[in-house]
């Protein structure tokens, strides 16, 4: 059974960083592909970034290329969004997910993580 927990969301003042961890298991890294979706109440769920470690290939959303970075440990099956120059506008619940890069590229991996909240306010 795939599972996701992320973990690293907080309360940051805008310009600040923070990184989000998304640990798996009952999959490995080189299965699936990883991808970081964000939603706030209101608005459609956003997807901003995947990542294929066996293609090794990583995929940005307009929004946060440039200041968001993603990458693997294979050794910790775990994937990270390294987020900088945070912005009010990326306040947000931010889930990972996996599944083909078809189904993450679409929106609609089957594997979910539970979310974790990232508060960016002065």
């Known amino acids: 059974q795939v599972q996701l927990v992320e973990s690293g969301g907080g309360l940051v003042q805008p310009g600040g960083s923070l990184r989000l961890s998304c640990a798996a298991s009952?999959?490995?890294?080189?299965?699936?592909?990883i991808g970081w979706f964000r939603q706030t109440p209101g608005k459609e769920r956003e997807g901003i970034s995947c990542?294929?470690?066996?293609?090794?290939?990583?995929y940005y959303s307009d929004s946060v290329k440039g200041r968001f970075t993603i990458s693997g440990d294979r050794v910790k099956n775990t994937v990270y969004l390294q987020m900088d120059n945070l912005k009010p506008q990326d306040t947000a619940v931010y889930y990972c997910?996996?599944?083909?890069?078809?189904?993450?590229?679409?929106?609609?991996?089957?594997?979910w993580g539970q979310g974790t909240q990232v508060t960016v306010s002065s």
């Open positions: 997910a996996t599944d083909t890069l078809h189904a993450v590229l679409a929106g609609i991996p089957r594997y």
């Open positions: 009952g999959t490995t890294l080189d299965s699936y592909v």
């Open positions: 990542i294929s470690i066996s293609a090794n290939k990583t």
